[in-house]
Structure formats: structure tokens, C-alpha cells
């Protein structure tokens, strides 16, 4: 008995020791709080894209809660957002009970070497330019591109670093926007990324399974170049087809900015987006301008907005309910970074 209660007290004071050693980071704490005022032109919601729903009305976004840490080689993050913007606009399986939240990141990561690494659990999706924290985009609406795509992705993959200007990612998801899949892990994914200069990165990004309307591809390709010190370009191009020619989507958005102080800038995004055609049904089209400006203050940042959107089906509609190619809103919100 003496042996073994030495025993135990020796692997006790080596975990204690080894523990000490582990190097560790203090828990991360940050996020965001946005609120925005919108006007549609025909004083109708008008504009199907995500988020900035409601007319004429000074409505929530949401509060975000990022929370982070890291021990040795194994890190989490922790991400849970609480308004109308984190939750039922957000997630798919969304509850009815009154709640307002949402897990928009829940996952770990381990470092096995400096260049290799795996990671596990749901998050934020790989596919796309703009995200759902407003803190993320230099536009507070957002895309087709954007609402059409997926929002997050749940699985495992596995990233590894050539070099700084060269990695490669590869995993297996579930399907799109849910905790829980409710058709088997049954999707596979990769990204490559590039830079191959300085101020300038590339993501090629592939995601083939159960998707938003069914089993489907999609390749996208998201790009941002930081040309000069006030001058920013970014692209966002992307195809989806869903198998047996049910539908799908193909569109292309491109993103200039231009900073004319560290806190002033003004930002433009042009869009084209078409939904695929489905047994002979011509799928809708759209156009769409958005002139930005984002005007900071500390954490604060004030983004008034003027949207402009146009198809030829006529899919929008007059302030008298009558149909018409083109539609319109101003928008200004707060978002607070902390």
C-alpha cells in the first residue's frame, strides 16, 4: 500500500509539474453589439437578402460573445450571439419556444506541429466573403451570394500550412446550418488558400453533399487585395448546382473600398446573381448596388447605406402592391467592437 500511495503521489506531482510547464493564455473575451434604422423606398420589405429586415423601424441586430483560450496545443472558441440576427436569421432549425440565441462557433483545435492542425465541432463557414457579425463586413445588408450560401458547417477537417503564403484545408461536414445533421455527415470540403504577395489573399473553396436545397457542388472563390494603404478591392465569385437539375445558384460581387482617414471610408458593392433554372422555369435574376460608408470612433462604427437592386421578372413591389423591377432602402447602424 505504501508503494502504491507513493506511486500515485509521484504521477500526482509530475502532472502537477507538467501542468505548470503547459504554456497557457489568459481566456479571451470579445464581440459585438449592433442596432440600425431602415427605410425601404416603396415603405415595404422589399430586399430578400439577410438581415436589416425591418422597415421604418430602429430594430436589434444582436450582442455577440466571443469567448477564446488556449493551453499548450489544444485551443476552443466559443461563440453565442442573442437577437434576432444570431438566432431565427441565422440557423435553420431555429426554436419556436421564444428563445433568441444562437451558437454561431462551438468548436477545439489542436496543434499537432506548427504547420499541421485539426479542428472539430461547428463553425463558421469556410464558403463566401461577407459573415454573419456585422463586426465582419464593410457592409451592414448583405449579399445573395451571402443569404443563399451557407452560414456554418459542423464537422471535422484538418489544415495544413506549406508556408505563410500557401495552405490547404480538407474535412468532412454535415449539412448546412444545423447543430445536429439530419442527414448523416454527409459532406466533404476543401480550401486552398495563396498570397502570393504581400496584401493580397486568395480562397479557393469547394463543398460537395447535403446542402441548402438538396445534394449539391459548390465552388467558390473569395479574394482580397489590399492595393494601396487606402485602397482595397475584394471579389466574391461563386457556382452551386444541385443534382438531378433542381436548382442551384451562380453569381459574383465585387467589393472596392476606399479609407480616406483611419476613420473614414466609403465602399461599394456591385452584384450579380441568378438563381438556376429548374424544369424549364427560368430562374429569377438580380443586380444590385450598395454604396457604404463607415465612419469610426473608437469600438463605435456608424454605417449609413444606400441599396439599389434591380430584376427583370419583377419580383419587388410598388408602394401601391403592384409589381415592379426595382427597389431600394437607406439604412444606418451602430455597431459597437469590444
Known amino acids: 500500500m505504501k508503494k502504491f ?83 431565427t436569421q441565422s440557423i435553420l432549425d431555429a426554436s419556436d419556444d421564444g428563445s433568441s440565441f444562437h451558437i454561431q462557433n462551438l468548436y477545439v483545435n489542436y496543434d499537432f506541429t506548427d504547420q499541421f492542425s485539426m479542428t472539430a465541432g461547428y463553425m463558421g463557414t469556410f464558403i463566401g466573403y461577407e459573415v454573419i457579425s456585422p463586426v465582419g463586413n464593410f457592409n451592414y445588408s448583405t449579399s445573395y451570394l451571402f443569404t443563399n450560401g451557407p452560414f456554418q458547417n459542423a464537422g471535422i477537417k484538418a489544415t495544413y500550412k506549406f ?21 448523416g455527415v454527409s ?6 488558400m495563396v498570397s502570393p504577395v504581400e496584401g493580397w489573399t486568395a480562397y479557393l473553396n469547394v463543398l460537395s453533399g447535403a446542402g441548402g436545397g438538396g445534394y449539391g457542388t459548390i465552388a467558390d472563390l473569395t479574394t482580397a487585395y489590399q492595393i494601396t494603404d487606402k485602397f482595397k478591392l ?12 433542381a436548382g442551384g445558384y451562380a453569381g459574383a460581387a465585387l467589393y472596392p473600398q476606399y479609407s480616406f482617414t483611419d476613420a473614414v471610408a466609403l465602399g461599394l458593392r ?5 438563381y438556376k433554372n429548374v424544369g424549364g422555369i427560368e430562374g429569377e435574376k438580380y443586380t444590385s448596388v450598395t454604396l457604404t460608408a463607415n ?3 473608437g469600438g463605435l462604427t456608424f454605417i449609413p447605406e444606400v441599396r439599389l437592386d434591380h430584376s427583370g421578372t419583377k419580383p419587388f413591389a410598388k408602394e401601391n402592391g403592384m409589381a415592379a423591377p426595382n427597389a431600394g432602402q437607406f439604412s444606418l447602424a451602430a455597431v459597437y467592437a469590444f
Open 270 to 274: 456591385g452584384e450579380y446573381f441568378k
Open 187 to 192: 459532406s466533404i470540403g476543401g480550401q486552398l
Open 5 to 87: 500511495l507513493t506511486a500515485i503521489f509521484a504521477m500526482a506531482s509530475a502532472s502537477c509539474a507538467l501542468a505548470q510547464e503547459t504554456p497557457t493564455s489568459p481566456l479571451e473575451i470579445s464581440g459585438s453589439v449592433d442596432t440600425y434604422f431602415k427605410y425601404d423606398f416603396a415603405k415595404q420589405p422589399n430586399i430578400g437578402t439577410s438581415f436589416a429586415s425591418d422597415h421604418n423601424s430602429v430594430s436589434l441586430g444582436m450582442i455577440d460573445l466571443v469567448l477564446k483560450k488556449k493551453t499548450g496545443k489544444a485551443s476552443f472558441v466559443g461563440e453565442l450571439s442573442f437577437g434576432p440576427r444570431g438566432q
Open 234 to 245: 475584394g471579389l466574391n465569385a461563386a457556382n452551386y448546382d444541385i443534382n438531378d437539375d
Open 295 to 297: 465612419i469610426k470612433s
Open 163 to 183: 508556408s505563410d503564403k500557401v495552405s490547404l484545408m480538407a474535412g468532412l461536414f454535415n449539412d448546412w446550418n444545423v447543430y445536429t445533421a439530419t442527414r
